[in-house]
């Protein structure tokens, strides 16, 4: 069987490793290369001739449109998967019209990445599913003032129907029978005013704001009597926004300072006494391990988590050594997870 040459591109070596880890397991796949930058990786399509490119446009040495756009045209029948923390619309729009044949976000899960290629390899183009939804909300009419309330429950479902997901599937992932998840299906085709699967997932498609989580006294913890301080340090501004909304929504009282590098992660901590630091594992040309390790240095009373979109069992040995008191997966890190975090980080 022939198999799918494949070159991975990231100026972030730790990252590489786990596309690495996450591809490798795909039989068809042969990864042959790994580049840091723009003229490596001109080198490596001469020297190489892959059939797949997975990268992080975001390279040193690289334009990204040109650059696209040229090997391309050098190089017709490569199939190009751009991963990426940046969701920008005309980013986005302006890959794929470069000729990329498929775009995904870094915060999505590995499995989905590995799906991503399959779907490539099989003819199709990839978006990443916060994408979709995004793009297509942006050109539909203004969401109704009576969007329906769902319950939690409800919300959690329609999510993994708009994933694509069975019932079988989903009765597993929600620990219920299938005949619960059938049940609970006509709740939500009837909340929703829809009469099927197709209409229900076109639903969730074109109003992804009603998956949002409720504003109700479950998603709140009782603040003590002393405040939280939380460290937030990723080199995304996007996600950091997100979750320092989502430390805020969960611990209202929080003080919640953000952080995209060592440095200043650092001289934030000498301002502060920081309770609870989320340290992304991955910063611009730095290694969020080594961060989380000068942190628990300059602060030792601070617990460290340790978050990463490519969770692997190597980097959650480093991080612990480094200080750090867990290690989760970004697509985990929900309220519910962050609210036993942050009750760990109180004691």
């Keep these: 069987m022939h198999?799918?040459?494949?070159?991975?591109?990231?100026?972030?070596?730790?990252?590489?490793?786990?596309l690495r880890n996450a591809l490798a397991n795909l039989p068809e796949i042969e990864i042959v290369g790994e580049v840091g930058d723009g003229s490596e990786l001109l080198a490596a399509l001469i020297a190489l001739k892959p059939d797949f490119l997975v990268i992080d446009v975001a390279m040193p040495d690289f334009e990204p449109i040109a650059a696209v756009k040229q090997i391309k045209t050098d190089y017709p029948d490569l199939k190009i998967?751009?991963?990426?923390?940046?969701?920008?619309?005309?980013?986005?729009?302006?890959?794929?019209?470069?000729?990329?044949?498929?775009?995904?976000?870094?915060?999505?899960?590995?499995?989905?990445?590995?799906h991503a290629v399959q779907r490539i390899l099989a003819g199709e183009r990839w978006l990443s599913a916060p994408l979709l939804d995004k793009l297509i909300h942006r050109r539909t009419t203004p969401v109704a003032a009576n969007t329906p309330s769902l319950t939690r429950r409800q919300r959690?479902?329609?999510?993994?129907?708009?994933?694509g997901h069975e019932n079988r599937k989903i009765a597993q992932l929600m620990d219920l029978s299938v005949k619960t998840i059938e049940n609970q299906l006509t709740g939500l085709y009837r909340a929703l005013e829809v009469t099927s699967r197709f209409e229900a997932m076109n639903y969730a498609m074109r109003h992804p704001e009603v998956l949002a989580?409720?504003?109700?006294?479950?998603?709140?913890?009782?603040?003590?009597?002393?405040a939280l301080t939380v460290l937030v340090v990723d080199d995304n501004a996007r996600y950091r926004q997100e979750l320092t909304r989502l430390i805020r929504k969960v611990y209202p009282r929080a003080a919640v300072y953000e952080a995209e590098d060592t440095h200043e992660a650092l001289r934030l901590a000498q301002r502060a006494a920081i309770h609870l630091a989320l340290v992304d594992v991955v910063l611009r040309e730095e290694?969020?391990?080594?961060?989380?390790?000068?942190?628990k240095t300059s602060s030792p009373a601070t617990r460290i988590v340790l978050i990463s979109a490519y969770p692997d069992r190597e980097?959650?040995?480093?991080?612990?050594?480094?200080g750090a008191v867990a290690f989760l997966d970004k697509k985990?890190?929900?309220a519910g997870a962050l609210r036993q975090v942050i009750q760990d980080a109180l004691g």
């Design 3 to 18: 198999r799918i040459r494949m070159v991975l591109a990231d100026d972030h070596a730790v990252v590489r490793a786990g």
């Design 156 to 163: 959690e479902l329609l999510k993994l129907l708009a994933q």
């Design 213 to 226: 989580l409720a504003d109700d006294a479950e998603t709140t913890i009782s603040p003590p009597d002393s």
């Design 315 to 322: 980097f959650r040995r480093l991080g612990l050594s480094a």
């Design 332 to 334: 985990d890190l929900d």
């Design 81 to 114: 998967l751009v991963v990426s923390a940046y969701d920008d619309e005309a980013y986005v729009v302006g890959l794929l019209g470069a000729g990329v044949n498929g775009y995904h976000l870094k915060d999505q899960s590995l499995a989905d990445l590995q």
């Design 287 to 295: 290694d969020g391990i080594q961060c989380a390790r000068r942190l």
